[in-house]
């Protein structure tokens, strides 16, 4: 006890003796402050600075992030140019959804999955629950692989309700009474592989259902780390329903997502989300089997694609990449050293702050080209679309996270 006391006093005491050497001790004491801290400052700088770069080169980084080289973004003009069209999405049944990612219609009622596992009816403004693919708790990080997300839906004629549900795997489910079965469970692997995420199916008239696995090795509650990693592991899988025969169709797909079948069924549209791309799958003539790139540099990475009664295909973007100047989104993708420091230290959502504001979705034809698009600047009314929906009149747009249901009359927008 004496001796820590003896050496503060000692030092103290040196402190005084300068001082009282003194005669003006207010100027000293500013000499003291202006010399002593700026060393220290730089002497704590320097050790945090070492060990900071010490510790980031010993953690493990939890993931192989890969380099990616975007062409610059296309201009914005022609149909790509800016206008506030998507700026009147109406907001339909506000508060009565959490992140309807996908919509069908079934005898004049659309239904949605939404972010807390349940399958929803909606008639009129009118919103019933139909079923869930998982059971509550639901809402966190930790509960959302137990309480189910469904994300892709189709429907037949019958009334089967098709799900590809991130954490379920394929539901067929009974769009009354939402009673439900699994066709592919989650342990079944496919070409030497469980599902991991399952993401969007089409079903063509022959109840051949064709399903997009986005990873080999992220959930879609890491879905950030998934787009940022930019590792080819996502595929398609084609499933039977008559031989309840699956196997894989497609692979080596950097975040497979949105799956829609052409009109004559020739061919399969994907959406590859983190190179924002789309291909186009041949399944008939002699090209079968090969894979081309439909669409290539679009402003946002793409979401589901769903064909326009007009013709083309709508896709909804759950991100755009930057529309003037800078473009964040880019540039760290093309550096994997600073991804793998990213990771290494960051929350991956934190990539959401470097997507710009703004809602987007666009139209292609069937060779590829963009036709038509609709931007909110400022996501003032709805960002993150992940699905356009035509029914009853309308597009209605989901998003995976947004609180209802955007709504555009098509009438209105045939006006403009
Ligand atoms: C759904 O369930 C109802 C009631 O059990 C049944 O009548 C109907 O046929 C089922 N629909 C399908 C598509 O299996």
New binding site residues.
Partial sequence: MENPRQRKKGRKAGGSKERGRSTKPVDNNHQAQTRSPCTLCLVVFGAILGVLTAVLLILPCPADPQEYSFSDPRKLEGPLAPNTILSRTEHFVEGKVIGPESLVTYKGDLYTGTADGKVLRIRGEEVTLVGRTGAPPCGTYETEPTCGRPLGMRV?S???LYIADAYMGLLKM????G?HETLIPMDVEVAGHKMMFPNDLAIDRDGVIYLSDSSLTWQRRDVFSLVMEMKPGGRVLRYDTKTKQVRQIMDGITFANGVELSPDQSYLVVAETSTARILKHHLRGEHAGRTDVLTDNLPGLPDNIRRSSRGGYWVGLAATRGTNGLNILDAVQARAWLKRLMFKVLPMNLVLLAAPRYGLIVKIDEAGAIVASYHDPGAKSIAGGSEIHEHDGHLYIGSYFARFIGKLSIEELDRL
């Fill in positions: 037949d019958l009334g089967n009974n769009i009354s009474t009673e």
